[in-house]
Nanobody, 122 residues
Framework: QLELVESGGGMVQSGGSLRLSCTKS????????MGWYRQAPGKERELVAT???????NYADSVKGRFTISRNDAKNAMYLQMNSLKPEDTAVYYC????????????????WGQGTQVTVAS
């Protein structure tokens, strides 16, 4: 079983920076990708950034050039460096891992952390 724990959220002024961390314990048969998602009050959860097992990254248009996703496999960790933060970045940020718990399509699933609050004051 895989467990994900986020840390690093908090309150920051507009234009400031935060670095989120996601620590992974346990393992999957095959990890496909990890990523960060966020959910603002009254809105649906949305993709922020992902990184595949091969190292390819993908970003939401709204964060390109400001956020950077990275992994440290030796530490079983993933990070999200957030710069030039805006009030509209305020949300609960969730760590996600996607992959196979075993052999077969039925073993594919998403795993989520509990979330960490990021608040950007104007």
């Amino acid at each position: 079983q895989l467990e994900l724990v986020e840390s690093g959220g908090g309150m920051v002024q507009s234009g400031g920076s935060l670095r989120l961390s996601c620590t992974k314990s346990g393992s999957l048969f095959r990890l496909v990708a990890m990523g960060w998602y966020r959910q603002a009050p009254g809105k649906e959860r949305e993709l922020v950034a992902t990184v595949t097992s091969g190292g390819s990254t993908n970003y939401a248009d709204s964060v390109k050039g400001r956020f950077t996703i990275s992994r440290n496999d030796a530490k079983n960790a993933m990070y999200l460096q957030m710069n030039s933060l805006k009030p509209e970045d305020t949300a609960v940020y969730y760590c996600n891992a996607r992959g196979y718990a075993g052999v077969g399509v039925s073993q594919f699933g998403d795993y989520w952390g509990q979330g960490t609050q990021v608040t950007v004051a104007s």
